[in-house]
C-alpha cells in the first residue's frame, strides 16, 4: 500500500545532494500527487474559461467542475450545504476574512475574544489588526507543560463581552489535538460562537463540522495534497448571512449602480473577483485521493509512525520532544542537548532529509516554552518507518559532530 502511495507522488523519487529526498516538512505543505497536478494541467489544456458568467459551453463546463469542487469540500467536511462554503486562499485569508467581517459586525470597543497559547500567526495577528481598529482585548487559553490546553482555566476567561472563540484543532508546533468538541461546547454553552483553525488536522484526522457543531472552519488546499493558494472558509450559513462582505468586485454582487449596490447570495457575497477556479478542481481531486485512501486509514497508519518515530528520537541522548499530549497527531518537535535548531536543520538537509527549523510562526508559543525555536519533523501518510531511522541516523550523525 505504502508503496503505492509513495509511487503517486513523483517529487518523492528525486534526489538532493545526491541522496534520496526524505520529505519530513508536511505541516509546513504537503506533496502533490499525480492525479491533482494532470488534472490542472488538463484544465487549463482542455477547459479553461472563466466560471459563472459565462453562457458559452467552456464556461459552464468550467463553472460545472467549480461548484462540483464545492460539493466535494462540503461532503469532505460534512457541511449542511454548499453555501456554508467559501472558497478562500488558504487557512490565513480564511482567519482574515471572518476577523474583518465578524468584527465589523459584531464587535465593539471592549469586547473580547478567545484565543489560544498555541496558535499560529495566522490566528493572532488578525485578531490583533481587529483589535487596533476597533479596541478589543485578547485573551488567551495557557497550557500545561505537556502542550495540552488548560481547559478549567478556559472556563474563566468568559464574561459578558466575549463575542468569539478562535483555536486551532492541531498545534503545528506540539502536534496536540485539541478537544474542540468540549471548546465548542463549552463557548455554546456562554452564547459564544468558534472558529476552528483547521490548517493541521483536516489532511490528517475526519472532520465533521456538524458533529462539532462548529460555527466556523477553516483550512488550506496545500497542507492536504491540494495546490497553493485555494483554501476554506466554513461557516453557518445563519453566521454567513449575518456579516457584511469582504472584499469587493465581481461576483460578489447581484446589482450594482452608484447609488446602492446588493450583494449576490452565499457563499458568492464573500468571493470578490474570478476564482481560482482551476485550484478548486485541483483541491476537489485531492480530497477524492485523500476520500479513496480513507482519512480513517491514513490517521492510523500517520498515529504508529508518530508513536515509532518519537520512541526512536527518544534513544537520542540530550534529546528533548516539545509536546507530549496524550492526544497528538504527526508533528514532532524537538532540540538536541545545546546544538542550535538552525544548525541541526541544516546538517540534516546536507544529509537529503527536509525538516523545518525555527518558531514555526508561533512565537508566543515559543516564548512559553522558553525557547527560540525547534527542529519539527512533520509526517504525512508517505513517509516510512526507515525515513524516520534515517532521520534518526541523521541526527546521532550530526550530534557526533558537536
Ligand atoms: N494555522 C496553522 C495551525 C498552520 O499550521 C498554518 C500554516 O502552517 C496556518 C494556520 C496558515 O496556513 P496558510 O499559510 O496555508 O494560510
Redesign the pocket.
Known sequence: MIDKIRADFPILQREVYGKPLIYLDN??TTQKPRVVVDAIVDEYYSVNANVHRGVHFLSQQATNLHEGARKTVQKFINAASTNEIVFTR????SINLLAFSFGEEFMKEGDEIIISTME?H??IVPWQLLAARKGIAIKVIPINDKGELLIDEYRKLFSERTKLVSV?H???VLGTINPVKEIIDIAHTNDVPVLI?G??SVPHIPVDVQALDADFYAF?S??IYGPTGI?VLYGKEKWLDAIPPYQGGGEMIQHVSFERTTFNELPFKFEAGTPDYIGTTGLAIALDYVSAIGLENIAAYEHELTRYATQRLKEIEGLRIYGEADNKSSVISFLVGDIHHFDLGTLLDRLGIAVRTGHH?AQPLMQRLGIEGTVRASLAMYNTKEEVDALVEGIKRVAKMF
Not at 488558504?90 to 485569508?93: A, Q, Y
Open positions: 505541516s509546513a488558504g487557512t490565513t485569508e499560529h495566522s490566528n486551532a492541531v498545534s503545528n483553525d490548517a493541521q488550506s496545500h497542507k483554501g510562526c
